[in-house]
């Protein structure tokens, strides 16, 4: 399906020069966070089932294409929207339909943290359980880490500038010991 109502909210992020934007919107009382992310080719959407531990991913392809509910996605959300799959019940194209018509047109202006992304995008790497960012490592002798959770929890663009400055992002289990997100670039520049 063509995602054309999330063209303002892809022209006002790229004229505020981010890269990732959440917001949120309830279906059958079930509320749904979207942390969608401009930075990558195709572009991605990152729908997290707030309070029950699901989330999938959907692909927007060039012309705003939306690639559409895989089987096994629709399944669960049926499930967890406590709905049945049907025309009166529910089918991947209301469901699409009527979060389109929930995306904000502008920014928000809160930046994305990396946590925020963590608790929806599981991912395989070492630490796996250290998902609050806590800041940059630079390294001149030795060859930087965790380039895997960068890519995923910060983006294609921030991956691309760690890899070729031989900086590692730092992460902490404690939340406590977080820091609000600063681009690598911010890092360099101090």
Partial sequence: ?????????????RKN??????????????TFEVIFFIDSTPFELLFGVVDKNYSFVLKLRAG???????????YKLCTILNLKPSKE???SYKFLQYFAQKIPSKYSKSNVQPHEIAQYKKIDVPE??????CGWQTYNTRKAQNFEKTKQYLGESTYEFCKKHNISSCWTNVPEK??????????VSK
């Fill in 1 to 13: 399906m063509k995602l054309l109502e999330i063209k303002p909210l892809l022209l006002d992020m």
């Fill in 17 to 30: 020069e981010v890269t990732k934007e959440k917001f949120r919107f309830t279906y059958n009382g079930v």
């Fill in 64 to 74: 705003f294409q939306l690639e559409s509910l895989p089987d096994e996605v629709f």
């Fill in 89 to 91: 019940g529910l089918t």
């Fill in 128 to 133: 796996s359980d250290k998902i609050y960012f």
């Fill in 178 to 187: 977080r820091k609000d997100y600063f681009s690598p670039q911010e890092y």
